[in-house]
């Protein structure tokens, strides 16, 4: 079996929630009644977002991209008081406009619009999440499409920042075993970002497609420990990718991460993180490398302000494929949270990423008219691992609020390029982003 599920998307169930007769009155959103230990809870979520993409001209290309999007996932979730529970969950997108390419790749649709720049948020409608579920104190599982984040998400992730996320057809298995703490997913399908518009194998040139979903046999392994104040992760994630314009993904990384909290004064802490990993093909990639992944970072919480600096390298192996270098990939990542805003590493270059950042975050409190009130700024130097490349470097800024129940952000990325491009759309990029979202 290749699929879980092939049902349509669900319409927002808006109407379950009514006002009670009698006080309290429940809010919107909280779970209903509806029987000896059952409830049903609505699952509303709707975002609007412009998004500015400004780029280097063409004789062809005007370098810019104005998106102006809505996307409302909307489903319900019904629960027994024994800890099984059943959820769907529909997601649209709207574009109010055009003047954005959806498509970072050649598709023969109306939203593919190549004389712009790339806002990877197509129109769409679909099935997001249909799943249903076992929960107990020891241990969690859960069957279906479905939503799944791992630790920080630098490996496996939902890649929120888009509209459309990213789900997997899966059985995920949660337990906690002594001290230690296990997950294991087995999944058959990675839903992209992309949507239904790029689901059709006729619109694409032979073996390039379709690109709605990757299939394949994917298998995701974690275990967790404490040691004092340093916490403990040992993982392995194998791809095996069925698409045969896709297997140069498939890889194997076995790795281990560690991270602790080290309060040093009453409003000081140090904030350390260390992880390596190994990759290398597998399955049924056609090309043999093996290639190092390395992270570090330290901070310092002084009472509301975080200061950060870190090192991520993404190595290559340069002796891949009879000389041509090939590096860490990580397909199934929340990329745009790592190597800056500006998504020009979504795609690890053959001669791998050495990103060197340093960051700065203030929460502020005491403002009423803007609760949840924080600001952050952040620069990276980007560097090749192999051959000695001085890609750019990119500032990254946001701020954030509240304005009652809607969450309001606004953010900034500019990448500038040094010297010739080095690698497939190494190019001066500047991004602007503002939205408003609001969940229940």
Same mark, same amino acid.
């Given at each position: 079996?290749?699929?879980?599920?092939?049902?349509?998307?669900?319409?927002?169930?808006?109407?379950?929630?009514?006002?009670?007769?009698?006080?309290?009155?429940?809010?919107?959103?909280?779970?209903?009644?509806?029987?000896?230990?059952?409830?049903?809870?609505?699952?509303?979520?709707?975002?609007?977002?412009?998004?500015?993409?400004?780029?280097?001209?063409?004789?062809?290309?005007?370098?810019?991209?104005?998106?102006?999007?809505?996307?409302?996932?909307?489903?319900?979730?019904?629960?027994?008081?024994?800890?099984?529970?059943?959820?769907?969950?529909?997601?649209?997108?709207?574009?109010?406009?055009?003047?954005?390419?959806?498509?970072?790749?050649?598709?023969?649709?109306?939203?593919?619009?190549?004389?712009?720049?790339?806002?990877?948020?197509?129109?769409?409608?679909?099935?997001?999440?249909?799943?249903?579920?076992?929960?107990?104190?020891?241990?969690?599982?859960?069957?279906?499409?479905?939503?799944?984040?791992?630790?920080?998400?630098?490996?496996?992730?939902?890649?929120?920042?888009?509209?459309?996320?990213?789900?997997?057809?899966?059985?995920?298995?949660?337990?906690?075993?002594?001290?230690?703490?296990?997950?294991?997913?087995?999944?058959?399908?990675?839903?992209?970002?992309?949507?239904?518009?790029?689901?059709?194998?006729?619109?694409?040139?032979?073996?390039?497609?379709?690109?709605?979903?990757?299939?394949?046999?994917?298998?995701?392994?974690?275990?967790?420990?404490?040691?004092?104040?340093?916490?403990?992760?040992?993982?392995?994630?194998?791809?095996?990718?069925?698409?045969?314009?896709?297997?140069?993904?498939?890889?194997?990384?076995?790795?281990?991460?560690?991270?602790?909290?080290?309060?040093?004064?009453?409003?000081?802490?140090?904030?350390?993180?260390?992880?390596?990993?190994?990759?290398?093909?597998?399955?049924?990639?056609?090309? &043999?490398?093996?290639?190092?992944?390395?992270?570090?970072?330290?901070?310092?919480?002084?009472?509301?302000?975080?200061?950060?600096?870190?090192?991520?390298?993404?190595?290559?192996?340069?002796?891949?494929?009879?000389?041509?270098?090939?590096?860490?990939?990580?397909?199934? &990542?929340?990329?745009?949270?790592?190597?800056?805003? &500006?998504?020009?590493?979504?795609?690890?270059?053959?001669?791998?990423?050495?990103?060197?950042?340093?960051?700065?975050?203030?929460?502020?409190?005491?403002?009423?008219?803007?609760?949840?009130?924080?600001?952050?700024?952040?620069?990276?130097?980007?560097?090749?691992?192999?051959?000695?490349?001085?890609?750019?470097?990119?500032?990254?800024?946001?701020?954030?609020?509240?304005?009652?129940?809607?969450?309001?952000?606004?953010?900034?990325?500019?990448?500038?390029?040094?010297?010739?491009?080095?690698?497939?759309?190494?190019?001066?990029?500047?991004?602007?982003?503002?939205?408003?979202?609001?969940?229940?």
């Amino acid at each position: 079996m290749r699929k879980f599920i092939t049902a349509a998307a669900l319409a927002a169930p808006l109407g379950l929630v009514q006002p009670a007769l009698a006080a309290p009155a429940p809010k919107f959103g909280d779970p209903v009644k509806v029987g000896d230990g059952l409830t049903l809870d609505p699952i509303v979520d709707a975002r609007l977002r412009w998004e500015h993409v400004d780029q280097p001209t063409t004789p062809t290309f005007t370098g810019e991209a104005d998106a102006v999007t809505l996307r409302l996932r909307a489903g319900v979730e019904l629960r027994h008081a024994s800890g099984f529970s059943a959820l769907v969950e529909g997601e649209g997108t709207l574009a109010i406009g055009a003047d954005y390419n959806a498509f970072p790749f050649a598709v023969a649709v109306r939203q593919r619009r190549p004389q712009f720049s790339v806002v990877p948020d197509p129109e769409n409608i679909d099935l997001n999440r249909a799943q249903i579920q076992y929960k107990s104190k020891a241990a969690t599982l859960t069957l279906g499409r479905q939503r799944i984040n791992i630790d920080d998400q630098r490996w496996v992730g939902s890649v929120a920042w888009r509209q459309n996320e990213q789900t997997f057809d899966a059985v995920r298995a949660e337990a906690k075993l002594g001290p230690i703490a296990v997950d294991a997913t087995y999944a058959i399908s990675q839903r992209t970002i992309f949507g239904i518009d790029a689901g059709r194998t006729a619109d694409f040139a032979p073996g390039a497609g379709p690109r709605q979903d990757y299939d394949g046999d994917f298998v995701f392994l974690n275990a967790t420990a404490k040691a004092g104040p340093v916490n403990l992760r040992a993982f392995a994630y194998l791809l095996d990718y069925d698409p045969a314009f896709f297997r140069a993904n498939s890889s194997q990384s076995y790795g281990g991460k560690a991270t602790g909290s080290f309060p040093i004064a009453p409003e000081l802490k140090l904030n350390l993180m260390a992880s390596y990993a190994r990759q290398s093909d597998y399955g049924s990639n056609p090309v &043999a490398y093996a290639a190092d992944y390395i992270a570090g970072e330290g901070g310092l919480a002084i009472d509301k302000l975080t200061l950060t600096a870190g090192y991520e390298e993404l190595g290559s192996d340069r002796a891949a494929a009879a000389g041509a270098s090939r590096a860490v990939q990580m397909p199934m &990542a929340t990329l745009h949270k790592f190597n800056g805003w &500006a998504d020009l590493f979504l795609t690890t270059p053959a001669k791998g990423l050495r990103d060197t950042y340093v960051g700065a975050a203030y929460k502020f409190d005491g403002i009423k008219a803007l609760p949840g009130l924080n600001a952050a700024v952040i620069w990276h130097n980007f560097d090749s691992d192999v051959g000695g490349l001085d890609f750019g470097d990119e500032w990254n800024a946001s701020l954030g609020f509240k304005l009652g129940q809607v969450a309001v952000l606004a953010k900034y990325a500019n990448y500038k390029r040094h010297g010739a491009a080095d690698f497939a759309g190494d190019q001066d990029t500047e991004k602007f982003w503002l939205q408003a979202e609001v969940s229940f």
